[in-house]
């Protein structure tokens, strides 16, 4: 609270004082700088012994984070922060780790010791642990380690090769591909609003703070995470279809929150358009697909085949160019216009047909043992002969 009381005294009426409370601190107190919290640790545990039980480290990096927060605060990126009450931090971090803490299935963690895990999948080899974060879900019933691993081989970003697709996100057909296949947009949050709504009712008639008013809180929260889990399932499967469809490909960079303020928010919420794009993005990374995003604007309201604007409202959900005839559905002409503009891009920066011989085929993390077993070291990986 050391930063809280310090904001809070530097914001005080200057002509009078609260009538409630007001934070005296001296006009001379220095500002509560992250070096200095830190070096104040080792006072804070004596004064409160429960400090003593977490690891040092994590508590460094809960104070980094605090600061981050802060710092992004001054420089407009975000809000002013939002300080949080005991209990409402949902994830903390053991920033260093000397050794792999997996053995078998089981993570051994400082100060914790060691916790039965249902482990994905093994680290990789070649890879080391540099991070481990614990998430906090369902208001605390289930537990997520988050590993964060490393590895000395780099790996280039995927070059623009093969064949090439643009993609449209609506929410009539949840995505258009500009070779005409589309995925119809599944209603995740519909779908399951009545049994949240009787869930969130029986919540309201609980009394506050009882132990049936908890119960009937995590079954609203349990709800609501198996949403989102179903939503993400469905954005990374989608991902890895494009890509097996695609060696290159092209989306629209949306303004995802001015979506949210629209009429259709709810239906914008509820398809969570920017989490796609940004899970199609990792799985390319991933994968070795190349994926770039476009301007959106007028993609719909543009001829992909004679580029004349075609002015329509929402409601038309056909395309019909009076200039030349083509005839589509909007949102493939739309997603053509997108593969358009993407080609664009690349041609005017020069990356189309300049695929290198060792990025082909080796780009994306799951080609690393590639890179290993032919031995190019990390200096010479972006300097290969180029090749027609």
């Known amino acids: 609270h050391e930063l809280k009381d310090w904001i809070a005294s530097r914001s005080g009426l200057v002509d009078r004082c609260s009538l409630e409370k007001e934070y005296i601190i001296p006009a001379d107190e220095p500002f509560p700088s992250y070096h200095r919290q830190q070096n104040n640790l080792p006072k804070a545990k004596k004064q409160f012994p429960r400090l003593g039980q977490v690891h040092s480290q994590v508590l460094q990096t809960t104070i980094r984070r605090l600061h981050d927060t802060w710092e992004a605060f001054q420089k407009r990126a975000h809000g002013f922060p939002r300080f949080k009450k005991f209990g409402q931090f949902k994830s903390f971090v ?36 540099k991070q481990v974060r614990v998430l906090s ?4 019933t289930q537990w997520y380690v988050v590993v964060t691993i490393e590895s000395e081989v780099s790996v280039p970003d995927a070059p623009v090769h093969g064949r090439a697709i643009g993609i449209d996100l609506g929410l009539e057909r949840f995505l258009t591909a500009s070779d005409g296949s589309f ?23 609980k009394q506050k703070g009882s132990q049936n ?16 889990n179903r939503r993400k399932d469905f954005h990374l499967k989608m991902a890895h279809k494009l890509c097996d469809q695609a060696q290159t490909i092209f989306g629209e960079d949306l303004n ?9 928010r709810k239906d914008c919420v509820d398809a969570a358009f920017g989490q796609f794009l940004s899970l199609t993005e990792w799985v390319c990374w991933k994968r070795g697909v190349y994926f770039a ?20 409202g929402l409601e038309v959900r056909s395309h019909d160019c009076t200039e030349c005839g083509y ?10 216009m997108v593969l358009h503009r993407g080609v664009e891009n690349v041609v005017a920066q020069g990356l189309w047909g300049t695929e290198t011989a060792c990025q082909v085929g080796l780009s994306g993390v799951y080609d690393l043992d590639k890179w290993r077993g032919a031995g190019i070291p990390n200096c010479e990986i972006g300097k290969p002969a180029l090749y027609s």
């Open 94 to 129: 053991f920033p260093q780790f000397k050794s792999n803490p997996i053995n078998g299935f089981a993570i051994k963690l400082p100060k914790i010791g060691e916790v039965p895990i249902n482990l994905h999948r093994p680290i990789p080899d070649g890879f080391k642990v």
């Open 183 to 205: 995925q119809e947009r599944p209603k995740f949050f519909k779908s399951m609003q009545r049994k949240l709504k009787l869930l969130q009712r029986r919540a309201a008639r």
């Open 256 to 264: 995802t929150k001015g979506l949210t303020r629209g009429m259709l």
């Open 213 to 228: 008013w908890e119960k009937a809180q995590i079954e609203v929260a349990r709800m609501h995470h198996r949403i989102a």
């Open 137 to 140: 879900r369902v208001r605390g």
């Open 293 to 312: 995003k476009v301007n959106p604007n007028g993609t719909s309201q543009t001829c992909p085949n004679c580029f004349t604007a075609v002015s329509k």
């Open 327 to 336: 005839r589509t559905h909007r949102d493939h002409a739309a997603a053509e």
